[in-house]
């Protein structure tokens, strides 16, 4: 008698290690699911926790309504803590694509599997508290819940997320759950009332999680959501875009409706050729226009001209333009440019602006995301150039960037065929970006010096003999004939889509 | 008691947004003034030279050509407050809209005053060297230009490429085909078979005997079945005739197909001119120098023939009081049931030739423009297959607004089951609300929320749409009676040539004042 109590309260006592272990992965779980699908990590983890931790309590206050029975419910609750821990985590993908009030579920989901939890130790001590004298309880007890905390702490950033995943990561400590249930259901087989209906119960709850655990890449694809492997630092959707910005190992990037638009650890090379080239052609540059880029990247180079007087920024989204000018890690990015006297911000189309100004320009930079779709796709037709005749300065420049002369080398040239259907003089060229491999941009111009004039001296990529290099275009990727871009064929965007939807 | 208090103000905070309801458009109280005769007698008399009445495309344009031609002696008189006619618009605080007719196709270089008009409104901006029209691009329709709800998808172009069992395609093919042959048939007479202006086409009887059979008769016997086919042309009989496929003349439909062989320096020969306000564009630019020649709520309530001479009786709104107007020309650019309604003496004229159905064209705007795309970016033109509507047009199609969510569509339908009087009774008297939903109802099919989007619906009803050419009306006598005028009065509506479309009226305007101006010298 005496050796089986202590086999049954060893057995009781691992169960709250795996209890414990289980209750802090699901809190660490909504923790990190909060802050990849709604952004800021610091807020969600500080609420998960918080709520977690509260429900808990809630739990605990409870448990003193449970007298009899409390082997029975103490295995029921075990079952339901698996199921409602092992699933949540799909539950919560699906529904941030679907469900408009994807907090409440979550935070829904927190309490309930806290409360839960919250229920598990006190009701484990009542059962104990016959068997163990109470001091050693308490104390053994808490020992085998910290340690089970500790294990789990540990456990999930280095072994279960980068081996499992987040959903495998659910289902696994679902089913470790309803295991123990079911091993405290053979073990106290005698003593129990309905073993029964919870070995049934337990079962198929295992059979459920089992498939879970099995497909759960399935599910994940399904869900469409966000496959970053990134760490997500912000997120939003403004009336425009998703906008996702992610943090890795010190490298940020930046994500418009999926889309990568740059990276922190090459994007110098890209705003340096996207600025430089044209910029350093023009005596004494004094007013830029720039056409998207509101990360304020481009910006920045402009800024290294002491020339530079003043500078408009067109961005349809202010939720860019005020991103980068008030996060601390962008702003250190762009070297606070967004903040500079000389720039003035307009939060508009583009085309719409460009139509209506009276104003001229040294230089316009114009950095649009690719064509992808007809309204993007405007701003690369006749008519759009034909507007940037018109604000353009005798001896001034234009620079496009203009998709992938490898992935899209049609799309690319229509572009620099466009704009040279005008009458403009262009200058094509490229390079290679680690992030997003050969890379195009056209510069264009009505007449040109020949000689280069101020070029800034602390680049980390661009000098002039580079220039030599970018303009020649290997054979694969090399001048091809094409249709214009025009607003009533939008041909460009049918190329692309040929082009790209072949890449993807 | 008490207790219902909360309840009821708790509902109104969870009640549905309110939809913004209102009719737009002329009042047809107003037009039926005429009707009722009972104006007071005149006070004054005036003589002037050439009274033009109506103020829509065709009594502008008469007026640009008499002013052209140096002949100033002339007024044009509207019962409306704003002129136009059919090619009226609105406009709200997203964008203005069409009332009617909303688009020009690319003309035929042949048509050489439609060519001069569209130099000197700086829609073509010059021509390249093979003498090609350059367009300006903002006024050329934009891609994505037109979509069909077809199968539970929207996809690109009317007729959609996918879904069409064999069938179907075959015989879309073969009609296409036929309506390809016609584009460069020339008839005995040396003339083309089907052109723009209508009266300059063949009058080979090879062709005209299609004016003897509907168009519904005519796929009958020509062995065309499918239902897509009979849905097509109905759709296209609606959208630019105003009536169904039963009504409908075969030869104006091969006209219609047939006939647009416009050529253009950077566009394609079907491409299309429109305008966030649709054809009022052209109003503003055909009136550019009219406007102290336009007297607006003026109703001509009756025409009398005196010796060689025409006297009108005239009606002022606002000032309350009717006026007489002696003159040596008059233009009528009225349609014809205005015109039964005026003449004081008998003509030859059977106004039964000429039949007007009712049409609701409501501009609904939207508060999400993103939430229409479905699998395919919003068009200018979308078409929801086996909706008895004709679908709906994207007004902001042609601005540049990405920054605002916000759209306007206008939404057309054309009521022709049975006779224009059914028709126009079944209309009468509907409230805004019965459109709203009559409207919601059918949208539904393409988009299941969008109830949930709409923020305003302006509603225009017109109780006479355009002119519909009915069986026959190529050799009706009325119409050719209309073609020459008749005692110094000259007629300039589309009707007249039996179709509604801005060449047609702008080229009968043109006809009457060189009546005018022959008459003069």
Redesign the interface.
């Known amino acids: 008698m005496e050796k089986s109590n202590k086999n049954d309260s060893f057995l009781l006592l691992i169960s709250v290690f795996i209890i414990a272990t289980c209750g802090l992965i699901y809190e660490l779980i909504a923790g990190t699911l909060a802050s990849y699908l709604l952004g800021d990590s610091v807020t969600q983890f500080s609420i998960i926790i918080g709520l977690y931790l509260f429900s808990m309590g809630i739990g605990s206050f409870i448990s003193k309504y449970f007298k009899k029975n409390l082997l029975v419910w103490f295995i029921q609750i075990e079952i339901l803590v698996g199921i409602v821990g092992g699933v949540s985590s799909t539950i919560l993908f699906f529904a941030f694509e679907q469900v408009a009030g994807f907090e409440i579920i979550l935070y829904f989901l927190i309490m309930l599997t806290g409360t839960l939890v919250g229920l598990e130790i006190p009701i484990l001590m009542k059962i104990l508290k016959d068997k163990i004298e109470f001091g050693d309880l308490v104390s053994k007890v808490f020992t085998f819940d910290y340690i089970g905390a500790l294990f789990a702490s540990i456990l999930f950033p280095l072994f279960m997320i980068p081996y499992m995943g987040l959903l495998k990561t659910s289902y696994f400590f679902g089913i470790l759950n309803v295991v123990v249930s079911i091993i405290l259901c053979f073990r106290f087989e005698e003593e129990i009332k309905y073993v029964k209906f919870l070995k049934t119960q337990a079962l198929i709850v295992t059979l459920i999680l089992l498939l879970g655990f099995v497909f759960s890449n399935k599910i994940q694809s399904m869900a469409e959501t966000i496959s970053f492997n990134e760490n997500i630092i912000f997120s939003k959707s403004s009336p425009y875009q998703r906008i996702i910005l992610t943090s890795e190992k010190g490298v940020t990037k930046l994500y418009l409706n999926n889309n990568l638009q740059f990276s922190s650890n090459d994007e110098y090379r890209y705003h340096e050729a996207l600025v430089h080239p044209g910029l350093s052609k023009i005596k004494n540059p004094e007013n830029i226009l720039i056409l998207g880029g509101g990360d304020g990247l481009a910006l920045r180079e402009v800024l290294k001209y002491p020339s530079v007087k003043s500078i408009k920024l067109i961005d349809l989204d202010n939720s860019i333009t005020h991103l980068f000018n008030t996060s601390e890690p962008l702003k250190k990015l762009n070297n606070n440019s967004l903040s500079s006297s000389k720039l003035q911000v307009i939060n508009t189309d583009a085309f719409k602006w460009i139509k209506e100004t009276k104003e001229k320009f040294d230089f316009i930079i114009i950095d649009f995301p690719d064509p992808s779709n007809f309204s993007v796709g405007k701003l690369y037709s006749t008519m759009f150039y034909k507007e940037i005749k018109k604000v353009l300065n005798q001896g001034g420049l234009f620079v496009v960037q203009s998709t992938s002369p490898f992935f899209a080398r049609k799309s690319y040239w229509c572009i620099n065929n466009t704009i040279a259907s005008l009458g403009f003089q262009t200058i094509p060229y490229h390079l290679y970006l680690p992030s997003f491999g050969d890379w195009g941009y056209v510069l264009a111009y009505n007449e040109l010096d020949k000689e280069n004039f101020f070029l800034p001296k602390d680049l980390k990529f661009y000098e002039e003999k580079q220039f030599a290099e970018m303009i020649n275009f290997p054979k694969d990727i090399g001048y091809v004939q094409t249709e214009i871009n025009k607003l009533n064929n939008q041909i460009l965007i049918h190329y692309f889509e040929d082009e790209w939807g072949k890449v993807q | 008691m008490l207790l219902a208090v909360p309840y009821l103000s708790s509902c109104s905070l969870f009640d549905k947004r309110q939809i913004k309801l209102a009719f737009i458009g002329s009042d047809p109280k107003v037009g039926h003034l005429i009707r009722q005769n009972k104006f007071p007698e005149p006070i004054t008399s005036k003589k002037i030279n050439t009274l033009i009445v109506g103020s829509g495309i065709g009594g502008l344009s008469a007026a640009r050509h008499l002013l052209k031609n140096n002949k100033t002696d002339f007024l044009i008189l509207e019962l409306d407050s704003v002129i136009g006619g059919n090619s009226k618009a609105g406009k709200n605080n997203v964008s203005e809209f069409p009332m009617g007719a909303h688009y020009l196709p690319i003309p035929t270089v042949n048509f050489k005053e439609l060519i001069d008009f569209l130099v000197e409104s700086k829609i073509i901006t010059g021509f390249n060297s093979d003498g090609l029209p350059i367009y300006n ?2 006024y ?5 230009q037109e979509r069909i709800y077809f199968k539970g998808i929207w996809q690109d172009g009317i007729p959609p490429d996918n879904g069409l069992n064999e069938i179907e395609k075959e015989e879309l093919l073969r009609f296409l085909k036929i309506t390809e042959e016609f584009k460069n048939a020339i008839g005995t007479d040396n003339k083309p078979a089907f052109t723009i202006p209508l009266e300059l086409s063949s009058n080979d009887e090879k062709y005209l005997q299609l004016d003897k059979i509907s168009i519904f008769d005519y796929l009958k016997q020509n062995n065309f079945k499918s239902n897509f086919i009979l849905w097509y042309l109905d759709y296209c009989c609606k959208d630019d005739f105003g009536t169904n496929i039963k009504n409908t003349s075969a030869w104006a439909v091969f006209h219609y197909f047939s006939s647009r062989n416009g050529k253009a320096a ?2 394609a020969n079907h ?1 299309l001119l429109t305008w966030p306000e649709g054809n009022n564009f052209l109003v503003k630019k055909l009136s550019a120098e009219l406007n102290d020649k336009i007297k607006t709520q003026h109703i001509v309530y009756k025409v009398k023939k005196i010796e060689n001479k025409t006297k009108c009786y005239v009606y002022d709104l606002v000032k309350n009081e009717s006026i007489e107007y002696e003159c040596e020309n008059l233009i009528l650019a009225t349609p014809q049931f205005v015109n039964k309604n005026i003449f004081d003496f008998k003509t030859n004229l059977n106004f039964d030739d000429f039949n007007y159905y009712p049409w609701i064209v409501a501009s609904i705007t939207i508060n999400n423009k993103l939430e229409l795309n479905g699998s395919q ?1 919003l068009s200018w033109d979308n078409v929801i297959y086996g909706s008895k509507s004709l679908g709906y047009v994207n007004a902001c199609h042609q ?5 605002d ?1 916000r759209t306007v569509i206008t939404y057309y339908y054309n009521f022709s089951e049975e006779s224009s009087k059914i028709e126009r009774n079944k209309i009468r008297e509907k409230d805004e609300n019965y459109w709203k939903s009559f409207i919601i109802e059918d949208l539904k099919n393409a988009h299941l929320k969008i109830e949930n989007l709409i923020e305003e619906i302006q509603i225009v009803v017109w109780g006479h749409g355009m002119i519909s050419p009915k069986v026959g009306f190529r050799s009706s006598k009325s119409r050719q009676i209309l073609e020459n005028g008749f005692d110094n009065i000259y007629f300039a509506n589309s009707d007249v040539s039996g179709i509604s479309i801005f060449e047609q009226a702008f080229y009968r305007g043109i006809c009457a004042a060189k009546s005018v101006l022959n008459n003069t010298k």
């Open positions: 691009e903002y050329l329709c934009f891609e994505p950077n566009a491409e970016e601005n540049f607004n990405s920054d969510k």
